[in-house]
């Protein structure tokens, strides 16, 4: 039985005719790391907003530890919250901005100022306790917001994009540190992305959202790897999506024919009927080439032609192209054969790696 | 002549056109000569001492620091106390209020001293100083509004909303974030409606009684009726003044925080 | 549940509405009052209460009953401001000439008998014509649109047709004409000097840059009385300018500076430059510095490039600027009076010289109301050319 710390039960929330977060259903378990991933304008920020409290559900409840929040202002939530901007108050310094909830909490001068340096500690910035924010880098802004939020031990932290300003390696740096704090402290944290490497990296679990909705929700893996729908599949790394209609099935395996005229037999097809319009998709990694002159074509096996071959460095990125002018990426190994541009080759999609995908 | 030197010349008339007229009249201020005009004969400090000494002239500067101060006051509660209602967003009637409040900058002075004569009379008012402060008042808002609407604009909402998940009460967000950000634009409004109340002679002209009339006021009459150098040493006065309150201003912005991020 | 005492809304509506009240009671009171002022003639009515209320028995065309009569005398008997008497006669004077005279006669026998009936066309026979009554009748009316129409150089005749004024009295166009012509030239020279200034503000860097800005700042911080009464020193006919050009030996006599057009030009476009600058200045920052050279390198001569690509992009500054200028050059008052002679006097002057000087508020209130619709006009245009840029911002 696992402790459920934060409950969404069936919470809407409408701007005017908008409704951004439609019939939501959600559980967090404490000590759970949670990303709620998404295109902007998909319901994962106002979802966050409104477990702070900054905005008010239009339908549902939001429970805490088996409470309802829906009316406590966010004052007295006990979350900490840390902003994409970082929210720095820009008139206090690095230490005063650290005390500042303690002393909300009526805690004591020398209490407080053990507390803010162990925060300070624990994220290395123990120098720093006397300057603005202005005078600190961004990552240094970040840690600072961090430590603000982590200081007075809430129940739960909310991340609403902290990363995303900073750049690519700070970004990476940070989301280890992030993570290896939530394993230290055991903190529940629900945070906000459209990033999805970095919901990948960091996560228990991913709620893709979509249109107000949970997409899917699962393990870095299980999104990753058996996106159920086409936008998981789209919105989650790289994939190839072909478009076909289940022509048969049979003991768990169901061919499927494709409007490029090529057909594919997928296993694990349970529920698909013949005449079902669906979506394949394969990841580009997935996919096998082979010299055209070796290896024969049929179902699973098509015929292609190298369209342009690009060196990445830990890979090669492979653009095929078969008869009908269907376009497949393929990511070979960086050490596997150079197949030069017009070479004609055979794809090869292993019924295992193929996965079928609701329009 | 080369584009360059046009240019340089260009500007070097253009800067001597706009600060000369405001340097020339300082040394007149020291002046020993009953008249106002180069070259100046020899120096002293008669015309500051007239200033001083000449009931009318000191009258008049205690009358502006009285009127200025009542002004400032009045203006930058009003005025701060309607940028922090204006920050909510209020549909249609936001936008019309902003505008009514700005008004009082652009309508003729003439025009509005008439009509504040008329209605100050009526209410008991007139050659009064509440009435003199009334009207400068009415002129100082906008400023005050600019200045602290333009503060508040600068503060970032979520700098607010995270002092309240960090556990502050509204009002505790309000003194411990909002009032110490906004302060500086509060600070240079107060300036401002000081200055603006300093400078102003229409209204007063149609408000106030001759135990109102303040050192604008006074200028503007010894400029038309018996031309003295006491007009250059009190310029100088403002000036000086204008330069003082511009580098508090400016050392209020400067240690204004930068919004961080 | 909800223990929340205001709504966010509520709160800023409490936070507003001192200003408001105050804004509202001191500022749109005022300009309301001067609105009615200009329609407003209650001079007769104020004085004769009792023949307002017979004379609405009146025909129009016979000798007035006694009962109208009785009630003038009575009203005359009653009227003891003497100043506010002196209204009521001067007002019908000026509607029909001999009431001056007239009026008098009345006065003095009314008062004479004290009390008890007195046959008018005893003391006057101008009572037994219907046209004195008939000029009552009209002033007693509280609204009148004769001050509008004097402040645009009309009248009405005797029919009551708008007709224009004789030109004696045909005063207040010309004036009209020429505060819009001072503030047409002060703007024009505001843009010719301002323009170049601004562009060359935004071309130069460091230090020059800040001594370029600083120039345009100081002159707006400093107090508008305090750059007049430097304009006076300097133009005055043993002023700098003078002296220094005698002291050259470029002129023998001084020239006239003072007291006339081209000092009062002279010291607005100086009093109004930044207000023309900084519009222009906060416009051409906006503009990307490389698109010049993106024009020269398209192969655009520097002045095609400037006419097609720099004009067209800071036009706007210019105009809002241009509007700045003209709408508050429109309402000088201090300059002119200062500096200019008799004739440069702009409307302002007018205005508060009818208010102060005759006391005769609804000419002055209708002057006033002209200038301020003229004002508010150019400032919605104002407006909504800011609006615009921040919203294609």
Redesign the interface.
Known sequence: MVDIRIRFDSVSKNYGPVRVVDNLKLDIAKGEFVSLLGPSGSGKTTLLMMLAGFEEATEGQILVDGRAVNDLPSYKRDMGVVFQNYALFPHMTVGENIAFPLQMRGIGKAEIAERVARALDMVQLGHLAGRKPSQLSGGQQQRVALARALVFEPRVVLMDEPLGALDKQLREQMQLDIRALHNRLGLTIVFVTHDQGEALTMSDRIAVFNKGKIEQIGSPRDIYDEPKTRFVAEFIGETNLLEGVVDRTSAGDALVRLTNGEAITVTDAQGLTPGQPVFISIRPERIEVQDAAIASTGANAFATRVADSVYQGDHIRLQLEDGAGTPYIARLDRKSAEWPKGTAVTAIFKPADCKVVLP | MPVKTV?AL??AL??A???I??I??LP?AFTNSA?????VPGWSMRWFRELVENDAWRRAIVNSLIIGGGTTVLAT???T??S?????R?PYIGAV?R???M??M??????????????LAHLGLANTYAAVI??H??IA?PFVIISVAGALAGI?K??E??????????A??FR??TL??AMPGVLSGAVLAF?TS??E??LT??VAGPNQRTL?RQ??ST??EN?SPA??SS?FL??VG?VV??ALVLAVRSRA????? | MKKRVLSPRMGAFLLVAPLFFFIALFFVWPLASVMKQSVSDTAVLHILPKTAEAMSDWDGESTPSPTLQQALIDDLRAATDEQATGDMVRRLNSAQSGFRTLMAKTIKAANEAREGPVDLLEIDKKWAQPQYWKAISEALSPVTDRYLLASLDLTRDASGSIVSQPPEAAINTAIFSRTLWISALVTFFCVVLGYPYALLIVASTGWKRQLLLAAVLLPLWTSLLVRTAAWFMLLQEKGLINELLQTLAFINEPLALIFNRTGVVIAMTHVQLPLMVLPIYSVLLTIPKNLMPAAASLGAHPIRAFWRVMLPLSFRGILSGSLLVFMSALGYYITPALIGGAGDQMISYFIAFYATETANWGMASALGLVLLIITILLYAVYERLSATRERSA
């Open positions: 240019q260009f500007a253009m800067v056109f706009l600060i007229p405001l020339v009249i007149l008249l106002l005009v180069y070259p509660v009003l005025g106390l309607a922090l209602g204006l920050r909510q209020l209020l505008t009514l409040f008004l009082p652009v309508v003729p002075a003439v025009v509005l001293g008439i009509g504040m004569q008329i209605l009334i009207a008042t009415v808002v970032d979520r700098v909303l995270a002092a309240a998940s960090l556990g502050a009460s509204p505790t967000v411990r974030v110490p950000l200055a300093l400078d002679v229409v002209i149609f604008a200028m503007f400029i038309r031309i007009i250059a310029a403002f000036i204008t309150i511009g925080p930068k919004a961080a991020a």
